[in-house]
């Protein structure tokens, strides 16, 4: 089991930006397929991002394509999302999430792709 604590939420700006961490414990980090997720109010929670466990392969929401970044670094047990030019529409609720059914290099874009979740850092944006 891996136990996920997002952090870097905040208030900003339209067009700032921000850089949220999830830092993992448990279980090998590097057996785990990450995503983001985000959840506006009286919103579904909705795919983000998504990072194999190989690293190779990533994935985008097509709303944030072009404006946000994964990554992980395994030595750190740590994913990241950077976001840049952000809108007032990526206001939300930003979960991390952790898989370990997922094969080496593939990606999960549904919520029961995962199986371990952080409890949300809150991302702001104001117009």
């Known amino acids: 089991q891996v136990q996920l604590v997002e952090s870097g939420g905040g208030l900003v700006q339209a067009g700032g930006s921000l850089r949220l961490s999830c830092a993992a414990s448990g279980r090998a980090f590097s057996n785990y397929a990450m995503g983001w997720f985000r959840q506006a109010p009286g919103k579904e929670r909705e795919f983000v991002a998504a990072i194999s466990w190989s690293g190779s392969n990533i994935a985008y929401a097509d709303a944030v394509k072009g404006r946000f970044s994964i990554s992980r670094n395994s030595a750190k047990n740590t994913v990241y999302l950077q976001m840049n030019s952000l809108e007032p529409e990526d206001t939300g609720l930003y979960y991390c999430?952790?898989?370990?059914?997922?094969?080496?290099?593939?990606?999960?874009?549904?919520?029961?792709?995962?199986?371990?979740w952080g409890q949300g850092t809150q991302v702001t944006v104001s117009s």
């Open positions: 999430a952790a898989s370990d059914r997922l094969s080496r290099m593939a990606l999960g874009y549904a919520s029961n792709d995962y199986d371990y």
